[in-house]
């Protein structure tokens, strides 16, 4: 008989359960807390009950558990010495979207060596996510893959939904099942109005395929997640973080009967992909906040230990500790000196008013 389906198919594995990875990686009371605690802040932040600063910062990807552990932990206390002007949030971003081809992230490639181990893969993000969690640092991801969060959500203070995936049907759906807070991205033209139609659709229940905590097939039922926000991150169009460009964005908000709050990238094309412009996108919009903007939530920096990037050598031994293998990040010196900075700033406009 011929062959009519998985013809361009290779094989396929199966891998470890949800169920199974979370037995042999559980949360304790402490890491369970830090991601309740922290996602009811992000709430307040978002709806403007608190008015604290909401600041997304790390790597552009994370390839390296210890690398990512050791950034933590220095997060952690800083994040520590911060805690009554910004809220910090640790971008542990394991799942790497490509616009044509490339590394697609930890969990697909965490060997990088093209042998896909996801099992392994699986194994090492919800590791590092529960080391994290112990710290008292909440984490913040992007959910790329639909079947990854069964996996991961529980870890999970902030999710976002990428430039490419915001116009997804399927992550839309995904989104309106998920247990925390989802920002979406504005598309990579820098088009506002895919993210605002997933953050309508996201808020809406749906019925739709996905995976149970057995890794079995069937219709999940959402209720719909009502706290989201907007991320802009610019576009082929330019950046989009000047006081003009939020005050279109917030006036679109409020047109489409959303809330009036969002979060800035000073990443991507708000940099336009020039990791030492982030400080600049961060200064204008710490400024904004000192002028009394309302619309502004949070911002997002990528940065690592070390300043740069690099190419995946094919000796893996070659790899430079600390140094980002997708997008240039910032260094952890300017990471510090920007969010103390940005804590002295508004610690002195909490006091003139």
């Not at 805690?83 to 060997?111: A, Q, S």
């Not at 989201?228 to 047109?255: H, M, Q, V, W």
């Not at 790899?319 to 952890?332: A, E, F, K, M």
Request: charged share 25%.
């Amino acid at each position: 008989m011929r062959q009519i389906e998985n013809i361009n198919v290779r094989g396929i594995e199966q891998i470890i359960s949800p169920v199974e990875l979370k037995r042999e990686q559980p949360l304790d009371e402490a890491a369970t807390d830090t991601v309740v605690e922290a996602r009811e802040v992000v709430k307040r932040i978002l709806d403007g009950s608190d008015p604290r600063l909401l600041v997304i910062v790390g790597p552009c990807s994370i390839h390296d558990e210890r690398v990512a552990l050791e950034y933590a932990g220095r997060l952690a206390k800083l994040a520590r010495r911060v805690k009554d002007r910004l809220f910090v949030l640790m971008r542990v971003y394991f799942e790497k979207p490509r616009t044509t081809v490339g590394w697609k992230g930890l969990i697909n490639d965490p060997h990088l060596d093209d042998t896909f181990d996801i099992t392994e893969g699986l194994r090492i993000a919800r590791r590092t996510l529960v080391a994290i969690a112990k710290l008292g640092l909440p984490a913040a991801t992007e959910m790329l893959e639909p079947i990854t969060p069964q996996y991961i959500a529980d870890l999970i203070t902030l999710a976002s939904i990428g430039a490419r995936t915001t116009e997804s049907p399927t992550h839309r759906q995904m989104a309106s099942g998920l247990s925390m807070p989802v920002g979406y991205k504005n598309g990579t033209d820098g088009s506002l109005q895919v993210a605002l139609d997933a953050m309508t659709a996201a808020r809406t229940p749906h019925s739709f395929l996905g995976i149970d905590s057995e890794g079995r097939t069937g219709i999940v039922q959402s209720k719909g997640n009502p706290w989201g926000c907007l991320i802009l991150r610019g576009g082929r169009s330019g950046p989009n973080y000047s006081p003009d460009s939020i005050k279109f964005a917030a006036d679109e908000l409020t047109k489409h009967r959303l809330p009036e709050r969002l979060v800035v990238d000073c990443s991507h094309a708000n940099s336009n992909k020039d990791f030492r412009r982030q400080c600049l996108v961060w200064n204008s919009v710490l400024e904004q906040l000192a002028d009394s903007c309302q619309s502004i939530a949070g911002m997002m920096l990528e940065s690592n230990l070390k300043e740069g990037s690099q190419k995946l050598p094919s000796d893996r031994s070659q790899l430079q500790y600390g140094v980002s293998i997708t997008d240039p990040c910032i260094g952890w010196e300017e990471t510090e000196s920007l969010i103390l900075a940005a804590h002295d700033r508004l610690s002195a406009v909490a006091l003139s008013r």
